[in-house]
Structures are given as structure tokens and as C-alpha cells.
């Protein structure tokens, strides 16, 4: 079974993004698993990767088309926290969404996706923008 590493903040438009990419891979949803990962930078008031609207959201979108879904979180620096996971549970795929970019920074990606893309030799998925058609 292939493990992808879905790793998800709490903006709902770039969690879309990566739920329709691993929704058009062309895969077999029975042979595929996806881990959800929030990693928590600060969190004071205690919060749960389930009680996130994006890994909620994630999760019962992926699962309606078939797909096996867990929920992980972390805390921390979110690129080493994501590699690491990653390497835990031998990710055949990390799939991250970039943030919207100026013209000038559309150069590069966002920090915490550029620091996963150089830091890993696992395939990375990057999602685009959204099909709306």
C-alpha cells in the first residue's frame, strides 16, 4: 500500500487544493493511504488535529472516495517536524500546497514548502491552483 503525507495548515483554499490533487492521481483509492499532519507551532489552548476544519475536512472528503485516512499531528518547527514524520511512517509521497505568491516571490514557494522540497528525497507533490471548470 502506498502512504502519501498530506501535510495540512488551517487555510481551508490550500487544503482544497491538495484534496482535489490527490483526488485526480491517477491511483487505485484501495491501494493508497493518506495521513493528514497539522503541525502545531503554538498552540496554548491544547487544540487536537481533529478539532481543525481543514484536517475535518480532509479527512471525510478522501475517505467518501474510498481512501483509507488517518489524522497525526505534531509541534514544532512544521518543515523538520513534516520530514520527520514523513521518514516515521515511510511516506511514498509528501503533498503540500504552496501560498499565493506576488509576482516577485512567485520565484519561490512558500518557506515551509521550499525547506520540505530541499530537505527531502521522497517524491513531492505540490499543489497548483484550483480547477474550478
Do not use: W
Request: aromatic letters at 2%.
Amino acid at each position: 500500500m502506498s502512504e502519501i503525507l498530506l501535510a495540512v495548515d488551517d487555510e481551508m483554499a490550500r487544503v482544497e487544493r491538495q484534496i482535489q490533487t490527490v483526488l485526480e492521481l491517477p491511483i487505485q483509492t484501495d491501494t493508497v493511504s493518506v495521513t493528514v499532519l497539522h503541525v502545531f507551532s503554538d498552540n496554548p489552548s491544547g487544540a487536537s488535529v481533529s478539532q481543525l476544519q481543514t484536517a475535518r475536512a480532509a479527512k471525510e472528503r478522501l475517505e467518501a472516495a474510498g481512501i483509507d485516512v488517518n489524522l497525526a499531528e505534531r509541534s514544532g518547527d512544521p518543515s523538520p517536524e513534516i520530514l520527520s514524520y514523513a521518514e516515521e511512517i515511510d511516506a511514498d509521497m509528501i503533498c503540500l500546497a504552496g501560498r499565493n505568491r506576488s509576482p516577485t516571490g512567485k520565484a519561490l514557494f512558500g518557506s515551509v514548502t521550499q525547506d520540505v522540497i530541499l530537505s527531502t528525497d521522497r517524491p513531492t507533490l505540490i499543489a497548483g491552483k484550483l480547477n474550478t471548470d
